[in-house]
């Protein structure tokens, strides 16, 4: 059976003609087909996006884990108490923060909750990146009844679609942002919070299974889960407009669809508004995750739910509580949204080219 093209499965020099020819059959142009059938081969599939995705983020955190663990602490510090000219504050602000900690704990003591780290950032990002195109592309196929590579970006659908990705990466990652909370926040040198003093990630997860059972590892899920949705919705919505319109206005500088430059500066835009709109959430995730539980280990001894987070904080230690740690968090996110997704397009990328 000949298979170049000259008939069979057309897939040769004879596929473009006859496919176009039926295309006209149907009122539509040759063209029009060649090109969508162009987008739908070059579309990376969920399983490489959610390993570029989860690559990417494990690389990002590598280098901006200690922010995190300084951002966790000053978010932490003076928990439900009335700030007094008499209050003592080890951390004063982000740098005199992260000299102390690097000072007195090291490099170790900066990387505290790495491990569980990268295994959040697998769990979120592999899930928020890997599922948001084919999410997208259900809602505008919903509401729009056509695919999303064939209009212009409709932002409230791409927010819905981020924010169900990241509250989905969230709800699955929970145990791990739970132990990476609570290693980050012990110290021997200037405590803030509880201490839950575990020897590393699977002791963690094996005391809090011991106290509270799966009910424990998931404590403070709901928490975790409105701020990677508040967040996710902002980052993913905010990346794909703001690289859109950088490639269009700017494609004659070389700022193009794949250009490192149009990455890195949707990334900066990007991590701004992220920061100003899940800060609120990040501090009260945090301080979920941290808490002491309650006796007989169901439930915490400070909150019962986020709710009741953001008003005992709120009430007790003023509004701008709630960005308490926001430079340190600007300084994580910023750093961590240009170069997750700097390595998450240099990852699709290569992933084109040689897969």
Not at 43 to 50: E, H, L
Not at 82 to 94: E, I, L
Not at 148 to 158: A, C, E, G, M, W
Request: aromatic residues 12%; contains cysteine; proline residues 4%.
């Amino acid at each position: 059976m000949a298979m170049d093209g000259s008939g069979g499965s057309g897939t040769g020099t004879g596929g473009a003609p006859a496919m176009g020819a039926v295309a006209q059959g149907f009122g539509v142009s040759g063209a029009a087909v060649a090109k969508k059938a162009e987008q739908v081969s070059a579309r990376p599939s969920i399983m490489f996006t959610w390993l570029a995705g989860s690559l990417a983020s494990c690389g990002a955190v590598t280098f901006t884990n200690p922010f995190e663990v300084v951002k966790t602490r000053l978010q932490l510090q003076g928990e439900l108490a009335k700030s007094t000219p008499n209050m003592v504050k080890p951390y004063h602000n982000v740098a005199q923060a992260f000299w102390v900690i690097g000072k007195n704990e090291g490099l170790r003591g900066l990387q505290k909750g790495l491990g569980p780290g990268y295994m959040y950032q697998i769990m979120l990002n592999g899930t928020r990146l890997g599922f948001y195109e084919p999410a997208k592309g259900i809602l505008y196929r919903a509401f729009t009844g056509q695919s999303s590579d064939s209009q212009r970006p409709i932002i409230p659908l791409n927010v819905a679609a981020g924010g169900m990705c990241g509250m989905a990466g969230a709800a699955l990652g929970s145990p791990f942002f739970l132990v990476k909370t609570r290693m980050q926040s012990a110290s021997n040198f200037a405590a803030v919070g509880f201490q839950h003093n575990y020897t590393s990630s699977l002791d963690g997860l094996r005391k809090i299974w011991r106290d509270g059972g799966l009910r424990g590892l998931y404590r403070g899920m709901d928490a975790a889960m409105m701020r990677a949705g508040a967040g996710s919705s902002v980052q993913l919505a905010t990346y794909d407009h703001c690289k859109s319109y950088i490639s269009r206005n700017l494609a004659h500088r070389g700022y193009d669809d794949n250009s490192v430059g149009t990455h890195f500066m949707a990334s900066m835009i990007t991590g701004f508004f992220v920061c100003m709109v899940m800060n609120p959430f990040d501090v009260v995730s945090t301080r979920m995750y941290n808490q002491k539980s309650s006796a007989g280990g169901h439930g915490g001894a400070l909150y019962k739910n986020p709710l009741q987070c953001f008003y005992k904080t709120v009430s007790t230690e003023g509004f701008f509580s709630l960005y308490k740690g926001f430079l340190a968090h600007y300084l994580r996110l910023g750093p961590h949204t240009i170069l997750m997704f700097v390595f998450v397009e240099q990852i699709k990328a290569f992933g084109k080219k040689y897969i």
